[in-house]
């Protein structure tokens, strides 16, 4: 079960999802360059297909 099914909300998200937009609007690049955050999906991703699939995932 994930946080947010059981009910947990993230305030500080929103205020990083606007500094974000914001970023962009202004031409300017945001905090976490989009490809660190796309290699940060990808671990996340692979931990949670290792767990529900009960082996290693490798990451390319």
Known sequence: MLP????MTFPALGEI????CE???????SLT???????VTQVIDAAYRSVKDQRAVALV
Do not use: K, M, N
């Open 4 to 7: 947010f099914e059981r009910g």
């Open 17 to 20: 999802a606007v500094r974000f």
């Open 33 to 39: 360059p989009g490809r660190d955050a796309l290699v």
């Open 23 to 29: 970023s962009i609007l202004r031409g300017e690049q």
